[in-house]
């Protein structure tokens, strides 16, 4: 069986915060031959979605600024691609959650980044890979049997990350194998 690549991308807020979709992370993904998108939330616009699907099928799910059109996506995806399974989890936890998370955040500044990471493991758990969002920052690293992975934003990277450069994010999949790439645009 031939390796298949899977674009990742997250948190492109558009036009909430951004006003395009970069068109380096479209030609990544046309470049590459993406087999399919994941777009692990915030979304913003189901703009994103339709752009994204010119290039392959894109999958995505609910993210916590996805509130406009909260009943087009779900707010967790379980695929499978090539044997590999793939759970995707914004990575906000759920709104009992991230209300309070919110107020903490103005009250005493963010949390760490492997605190959203946790979140989206707990809630994809038996998947070998598990793709999430919220905290606009590249991750790509095994915890136990799984790889956590997140594509970071091609549109706004985190302020709390000085330099971060915008990123998304490719999935290579070979024999059963999953290998997680960082591209940044």
Request: glycine fraction near 10%.
């Amino acid at each position: 069986m031939p390796e298949i690549t899977l674009g990742v991308i997250a948190d492109t807020h558009i036009p909430d915060r951004a006003r395009d979709l970069p068109l380096t992370a479209i030609d990544l993904f046309s470049k590459r031959g993406v087999s399919a998108i994941l777009h692990a939330g915030d979304l913003s616009s189901m703009q994103v979605v339709h752009q994204l699907e010119e290039v392959a099928p894109t999958y995505a799910i609910r993210g916590n600024t996805d509130v406009l059109f909260a009943g087009q996506l779900p707010y967790f995806r379980r695929l499978e691609f090539e044997g590999v399974t793939i759970g995707m989890a914004h990575g906000h936890g759920n709104w009992f959650r991230y209300i309070p998370d919110k107020i903490d955040y103005f009250l005493n500044g963010p949390k760490k980044f492997s605190y959203y990471e946790n979140i989206a493991l707990s809630q994809m758990p038996g998947r070998q890979v598990v793709v999430c969002g919220h905290t606009h920052v590249p991750a790509n690293y095994k915890v136990g049997d799984q790889l956590l992975f997140n594509p970071g934003s091609p549109t706004i990277p985190t302020r709390f990350v000085p330099g971060l450069q915008p990123s998304v994010g490719l999935l290579h999949i070979d024999s059963g194998n999953i290998r997680g790439e960082i591209a940044f645009i």
